[in-house]
């Protein structure tokens, strides 16, 4: 197959179309973790920094029973480039459960370039799991993404 990324991440396909009972399995996966997200938007309320959002839901993972390898906030990965590695660590906000990744965003609303760093992140650690939660918005936004490497496709679920 070999698309270039940049097609990968313009494409993002429905999963419910395509495999409603995977859906639905990933939606049970991960109902507590966005869960939490929620606690924290709902108690800490809209339009506070990034940092004390992150630090809330660290606090509301760990009550919820997310802890020591289970929950690894600011997880640094390295990837390679040609075979060699690139000595430049990138961060995701947290990695829950050793397969979820949920990258914090506290901005008026979420941009193609938020979507496009968690794709990059998910595709580069090879975790098909990704929550994009925005929890500065009075309503806050979540989109739950799902990456399957053998059709080089990202869903949304």
């Known amino acids: 197959m070999n698309k270039p990324f940049y097609r990968i991440a313009t494409e993002v396909k429905k999963l419910q179309e395509t495999d409603p009972q995977l859906t639905q399995q990933l939606r049970k996966y991960i109902y507590n973790i966005v869960g939490c997200c929620q606690t924290v938007h709902r108690d800490m309320g809209p339009f506070l920094n ?56 506290a901005v008026s609303a979420l941009l193609p370039e938020h979507r496009q760093q968690l794709f990059n992140y998910m595709r580069l650690a090879g975790i098909r799991l990704g929550i994009l939660y925005n929890f ?4 806050d936004q979540c989109e739950k993404y799902y990456y399957d490497p053998d059709l080089e496709t990202i869903f949304i679920f």
């Open 136 to 139: 500065a918005p009075t309503v």
């Open 50 to 105: 990034e940092y004390m959002y992150q630090d809330a839901l660290e606090i509301c993972l760990s009550e919820a029973g997310f802890c020591g390898e289970d929950l690894i906030r600011e997880y640094y990965f390295k990837t390679s480039f040609h075979n060699r590695p690139i000595n430049h660590p990138h961060k995701v906000d947290f990695l829950v459960n050793g397969k979820v990744f949920v990258e914090c965003k």
